[in-house]
């Protein structure tokens, strides 16, 4: 997927890539800018508690960091956004900047992803996946683990191009 091209990593997307990664990439945007809910475990996942035994502390550390860091993550969400094709398939080009807010826009989607689908450390994916064929190849969950399985294999091959230019 992603290759090193001089002092960039370079990938083409398909069609149906282009649009997969928008939507990851604008629902990744709509969590954090429709009101967040830190009762939402996707919320609770990507804002985790810094002091986990002390929720007044974490509450305060949050009230002076999260602002930042959610316009951060919408950013970098936003970078996605900005380096796919218009329409169609086409080519991504990112600079060592570019790909790393990629790298972690890509992180947030799959922790996104990863809670809801109540994937953990212990999940076999492929287990998991051939599991949700079986009850029913159609289903939702069958795309969203092939999505998220999608996510980790392009996360895969632009942590291996990235090294190469920084």
């Not at 951060?72 to 086409?90: N, R």
């Not at 998220?148 to 090294?163: D, V």
């Amino acid at each position: 997927m992603f290759r090193r091209s001089g002092g960039h990593c370079v990938a083409t997307f398909a069609y149906d890539e282009v649009r997969v990664l928008k939507k990851v990439a604008g629902e990744v945007v709509g969590l954090l800018t429709d009101g967040m809910d830190h009762t939402d475990p996707v919320v609770s996942r990507l804002f985790p508690d810094i002091y986990p035994d002390s929720p007044e502390d974490s509450q305060e550390f949050r009230l002076y960091t999260e602002s930042d860091l959610k316009t951060a993550k919408i950013d970098q969400a936003g970078a996605i956004l900005a380096a796919l094709p218009d329409e169609g398939e086409g080519e991504v080009r990112l600079d060592g900047e570019a790909a790393e807010a990629w790298l972690m826009a890509i992180n947030d989607a799959r922790l996104a992803m990863g809670t809801r689908l109540d994937i953990g450390a212990e999940t076999d994916l492929s287990d998991e996946l051939d599991q949700a064929v079986l009850e029913d190849p159609g289903s939702s969950r069958v795309f969203q683990l092939s999505v998220y399985a999608y996510l980790g294999y392009l996360q895969e091959s632009l942590l291996n191009a990235l090294p190469e230019i920084k």
